[in-house]
């Protein structure tokens, strides 16, 4: 059953660049233009050819195009099929068995006239599926969000620290320009994290952060729950822009008490058995190799040297050690580290 390849493609990885762009106003000015690029098609009677490449009929109308593994994921997950199982298929080069099994699945879904919202992009030549999703799927557009935000937090008291936008997720970082009044710390600072993404990769939210800045890098503590969240079935702008009317109060809440944990944290000293079992209940919980954790005790030691033997040393040391991974494990042992930190 090996033989044809199949066309899916996989979007080129965009890491967090601060540099990238210094502006709100350029990132609305950015996401309205990659808005352009993009383009939805209610489906029916979806099936696949022997490269796996989609056609349907939208309006009457017969289209096709190539998906990127992420579409193919949501697809395989609306019709009922393993999404391990159809990647093995493909990587292993069993393309017509990957077919057969689409094929047959999409029949029971096209004669259910469930019914599908293709979005596709235009880029690097290709257009492609980004994502397909229900049609209940409420778009957040990311000009939309930037604006409403700035209508109830003043972005020109941050700065952008970094940022993600493609057209399957955004993901933008921004810190006060004012430094906390903390001591023994460094220049620390609190900030906010945007999440949304237009294909079903997360929810629309808003999250505290605390950033300390180090040389030329910076730390990032994800700290507690978001916000602000929104899910995109059932939700509208209008919806995030109401909830948005309580965002100034929730950020000098969590900033305050931050402020206090820190302050009462950097006294609290650990001792080398604290540590050791911090460190197995981080393995564990993170999923760690014996590699990472040895990294990782590197980074707390050089900590430590600077601010003493705290859980304040430890979250530093992990959300350093975040920087080498893509953006949802990075949130992750983020997360996980703000969590740690207000448990100590």
Request: aromatic share 8%; net charge neutral; charged share 30%.
């Amino acid at each position: 059953m090996t033989g044809t390849t199949a066309k899916i493609i996989t979007p080129q990885a965009t890491i967090i660049n601060a540099k990238a762009i210094s502006t709100i106003a350029e990132m609305i000015e950015q996401s309205k233009r990659m808005s352009l690029l993009c383009s939805d098609d209610r489906t029916e009677n979806m099936w696949v050819d022997d490269e796996l490449v989609l056609h349907y009929t939208t309006e009457g109308e017969k289209k096709q195009t190539i998906m990127s593994r992420w579409s193919l994921s949501q697809l395989c997950t609306k019709i009922g099929i393993p999404v391990k199982y159809m990647y093995k298929c493909i990587d292993e080069q069993h393309v017509k068995l990957a077919q057969t099994n689409i094929n047959e699945w999409l029949t029971e879904f096209n004669n259910s006239r469930a019914g599908a919202v293709i979005r596709k992009c235009y880029s690097e030549n290709t257009e492609y599926s980004r994502g397909i999703v229900s049609e209940r799927y409420s778009l957040y557009d990311n000009s939309q969000i930037l604006t409403a935000i700035n209508k109830s937090v003043d972005f020109d008291n941050y700065d952008i620290r970094g940022q993600i936008l493609t057209p399957e997720r955004f993901h933008l970082r921004l810190t006060n320009k004012k430094k906390l009044n903390v001591k023994d710390v460094g220049d620390l600072f609190s900030g906010i994290m945007i999440d949304n993404s237009e294909v079903g990769q997360g929810a629309l939210k808003i999250t505290f952060m605390m950033y300390r800045l180090q040389c030329t890098n910076g730390m990032v503590m994800n700290t507690q729950a978001p916000l602000v969240y929104c899910k995109h079935y059932g939700g509208t702008i209008e919806k995030f822009s109401e909830r948005l009317h309580t965002l100034p109060r929730l950020l000098s809440e969590a900033e305050e008490y931050m402020t206090t944990l820190i302050d009462r944290n950097i006294k609290k000293k650990m001792s080398m058995k604290e540590v050791e079992e911090c460190f197995e209940k981080i393995k564990k919980a993170l999923k760690m190799s014996e590699d990472g954790i040895e990294k990782l005790g590197i980074l707390r030691e050089i900590y430590a040297d600077e601010m003493g033997e705290n859980s304040f040393a430890i979250v530093n040391a992990l959300t350093d050690y975040s920087k080498d991974f893509a953006i949802d494990r990075r949130i992750e042992i983020e997360t996980y580290a703000g969590k740690l930190f207000k448990a100590a």
